[in-house]
């Protein structure tokens, strides 16, 4: 919509700059999202990786909207689908979080479950091994899976692999790398109470030690989620989620995507350091399916039809996203001289 919420055509001679606004009144940054993308290609560029650079310059230069009533949806725009083009995760992250929404708030209909946040570790790893790392803990976490304590104990479970930087000069594992899973697992509402469902913080990271085949003993974080009636709406999850450790956001923490902006680029400036962990994060996270589902989730996940929230459609986010025929276009084009999005 327009910033004078004047729907008509706009004056020619004043560039219209493109507001986009959720329900509860948050605006969308589409603005900040392009920008880093943008900032992203120029690495990308500069680490040799060409054909990504120039996918990566062309996301979402064109927005198309339905505009109805006083808001807008979005309704046509091309994505360049880089692994690390922060449009494009922004996106992801969204659809993920609508997922896991409705999945979770399905299985609470139908099931007396309760729900635990599982962070998997392991030691941080030089770029040069990090691929085969991250191989390494596909694997012992499909092996730990299915071990008979956890079928027994795990109805289900949403995961996801993150992997983060170390950027601070003072620590002995500067410049290496720390991938690690985000785990979301459903399990009995008795879980706590009898003893043939319950596993012990020393239980799992046992478990996690010898699915992996360590030689030391890794960092395990199992809590509980604190229940909720009913999960927010989709604007809740636009929300900044670095805080989202505590135990009632654990849906929230669980469900954003693995790769953020901030872990790939530090600062505003094509840095060499930038460049580094671009070609690392490249190399290490291509072909791999970063987020997953199994069990009772994986289950719902399909019944539900929700296709792939990490490689799929990222026009359409939520069942929100229909719009009807009657409403018009509102196109928005980036202008790389004004750094933003103008209204045609």
């Given at each position: 919509?327009?910033?004078?919420?004047?729907?008509?055509?706009?004056?020619?001679?004043?560039?219209?700059?493109l507001?986009?606004?959720t329900?509860?009144?948050?605006?969308?940054?589409?603005?900040?999202?392009?920008?880093?993308?943008?900032?992203?290609?120029?690495?990308f560029?500069?680490?040799?990786?060409?054909?990504?650079?120039?996918?990566?310059k062309?996301?979402?230069?064109?927005?198309?909207?339905?505009?109805?009533?006083?808001?807008?949806?979005l309704?046509?725009a091309?994505?360049?689908?880089?692994?690390?083009?922060?449009?494009?995760?922004?996106?992801?992250?969204?659809?993920?979080?609508?997922?896991?929404?409705?999945?979770?708030?399905?299985v609470?209909e139908?099931e007396?479950?309760?729900?635990?946040?599982?962070?998997?570790?392991?030691k941080?790893?030089?770029a040069?091994?990090?691929?085969?790392?991250?191989?390494?803990?596909?694997?012992?976490?499909?092996r730990?899976?299915?071990?008979?304590?956890?079928?027994?104990?795990?109805?289900?479970?949403?995961?996801?692999?993150e992997?983060?930087?170390?950027?601070?000069?003072?620590?002995?594992?500067?410049?290496?790398?720390?991938?690690?899973?985000?785990?979301?697992?459903?399990?009995?509402?008795?879980?706590?109470?009898?003893k043939?469902?319950?596993?012990?913080?020393?239980?799992?990271?046992?478990?996690?030690?010898?699915?992996?085949k360590?030689?030391?003993?890794?960092?395990v974080?199992?809590?509980?989620?604190?229940?909720?009636?009913?999960l927010?709406e989709?604007?809740?999850?636009?929300?900044?989620?670095?805080?989202?450790?505590?135990?009632?956001?654990?849906?929230?923490?669980?469900?954003?995507?693995p790769?953020?902006?901030?872990?790939?680029?530090?600062?505003?400036?094509?840095t060499?350091?930038?460049?580094?962990?671009?070609?690392?994060?490249?190399n290490?996270?291509?072909?791999?399916?970063?987020?997953?589902?199994?069990?009772?989730?994986?289950?719902?996940?399909?019944?539900?039809?929700?296709?792939d929230?990490?490689?799929?459609d990222?026009?359409?986010?939520?069942?929100?996203?229909?719009?009807?025929?009657?409403?018009?276009?509102?196109?928005?084009?980036?202008?790389?001289?004004?750094?933003?999005?103008?209204?045609?």
């Open positions: 919509m327009y910033k004078n919420n004047n729907i008509e055509p706009p004056d020619k001679s004043t560039p219209k700059i507001e986009d606004k329900k509860s009144g948050k605006e969308r940054d589409w603005k900040g999202k392009k920008k880093r993308s943008v900032l992203t290609a120029e690495h560029e500069v680490a040799g990786l060409h054909s990504k650079a120039e996918r990566m062309d996301c979402a230069t064109q927005l198309v909207f339905k505009h109805t009533e006083e808001t807008l949806k309704y046509q091309w994505f360049c689908k880089v692994r690390l083009c922060p449009m494009c995760n922004w996106r992801r992250s969204l659809k993920i979080a609508y997922h896991n929404k409705r999945v979770v708030e399905t609470n139908r007396n479950v309760c729900w635990l946040f599982l962070t998997l570790t392991v941080n790893t030089d040069e091994v990090l691929p085969e790392t991250i191989s390494a803990m596909f694997e012992g976490f499909r730990m899976m299915q071990y008979k304590t956890l079928k027994t104990s795990v109805k289900g479970f949403f995961r996801a692999l992997v983060t930087k170390n950027r601070d000069p003072q620590s002995e594992s500067f410049g290496t790398y720390h991938p690690h899973f985000h785990v979301l697992l459903c399990v009995p509402a008795s879980y706590f109470k009898k043939e469902f319950y596993i012990t913080h020393e239980e799992w990271t046992s478990l996690w030690k010898k699915a992996m360590l030689d030391y003993t890794p960092i974080h199992i809590k509980k989620v604190k229940p909720k009636e009913k927010d989709l604007e809740t999850y636009e929300k900044d989620l670095k805080n989202a450790i505590k135990e009632q956001n654990a849906i929230l923490e669980v469900s954003k995507y790769v953020k902006d901030t872990d790939v680029i530090k600062g505003n400036k094509v060499e350091e930038n460049v580094e962990t671009v070609l690392a994060l490249d290490a996270l291509a072909y791999k399916r970063l987020i997953g589902y199994g069990g009772l989730l994986k289950e719902i996940h399909k019944e539900l039809n929700l296709g929230a990490e490689d799929g990222l026009v359409n986010i939520s069942e929100d996203d229909e719009v009807a025929n009657g409403t018009f276009n509102v196109i928005a084009r980036w202008h790389i001289g004004l750094k933003n999005y103008v209204i045609e």
